[in-house]
């Protein structure tokens, strides 16, 4: 398993830009497609985007393709999330987690080690 921790979030005003990390502990987070999730209030928690193990394959949702990147790197144990041109619809608290489960990397429910989260506010 492993323990993940977000970090980078903040208040930026529309168009700005973030950078989330989620940094994590133990030897297998190369093993695990990793995953960034949005949960805005009153909100369920919604798929953002995925990296493969490797890197090699990347996964959006529509909302933020062309605007938000996924990244790792394996040998910092640590996942990446550049968020570009940012709209105060994407006002969440983020997180990351592992993906545990075989199945669609979008989906919500085959990720699990979720990390504390980091809230994002973006103003008008």
């Known amino acids: 398993q492993v323990q993940l921790v977000e970090s980078g979030g903040g208040l930026v005003q529309a168009g700005g830009s973030l950078r989330l990390s989620c940094a994590a502990s133990?030897?297998?987070?190369?093993?695990?497609?990793m995953g960034w999730f949005g949960q805005a209030p009153g909100k369920e928690r919604e798929f953002v985007a995925a990296i493969s193990q490797s890197g090699d394959s990347t996964y959006y949702a529509d909302s933020v393709k062309g605007r938000f990147t996924i990244s790792r790197e394996n040998a910092k144990n640590t996942v990446y999330l550049q968020m570009n041109s940012l709209k105060p619809a994407d006002t969440a608290v983020y997180c990351c987690a592992a993906k545990i489960l075989g199945g669609t990397p979008t989906t919500v429910y085959l990720y699990a080690n979720w990390g504390q989260g980091t809230q994002v506010t973006v103003s008008s």
């Open positions: 133990g030897r297998t987070f190369s093993t695990y497609t």
